[in-house]
């Protein structure tokens, strides 16, 4: 599956604001150079894991709950994979895991931060 992005800004430096992995490539790049990078699903969202996945009776969450729903339950997020026969399966991996990821990155600019930027540890607008 190909997806394009729209422009990212993001704050460098290991905030958390993207994964490690591409950010490790771009250290250093200037505006013009570009940056092609596999990351395994180790150095993404890791591998899919099937204890993750857990069956539950549908009258527990209510009427209307449907497939892509998220619902947290014991401090973790799960999507609504599939509502069938009374049951509800949520499963708990993030929906790239286990998938290895391509980037084809073009740098547009960089900027210094702002101090509150770095304060708050995320890029403003």
Do not use: W
């Not at 591998?47 to 009427?63: I, N, Q, S, T, W």
Request: proline content about 5%; aromatic content about 6%; some cysteine.
């Amino acid at each position: 599956m190909l997806q394009q992005a729209s422009d990212l800004t993001y704050l460098h430096g290991g905030y958390g604001e993207m994964l490690a992995a591409l950010e490790r490539v771009l250290e250093g790049k200037a505006p013009g150079e570009s940056v092609r990078l596999q990351l395994e699903p180790q150095d993404a969202f890791g591998e899919y894991d099937a204890d993750l996945l857990r069956v539950e009776p549908a009258e527990r969450y209510g009427e209307g709950i449907a497939a892509g729903m998220e619902v947290e339950e014991d401090e973790r997020f799960y999507i609504v994979s599939e509502v069938a026969a009374g049951k509800v399966v949520l499963d708990g991996n993030h929906p790239l895991a286990g998938m290895a990821l391509r980037f084809c990155c073009e740098i547009l600019s960089v900027r210094t931060a702002k101090p509150e930027e770095i304060s708050r540890g995320v890029s403003l607008p």
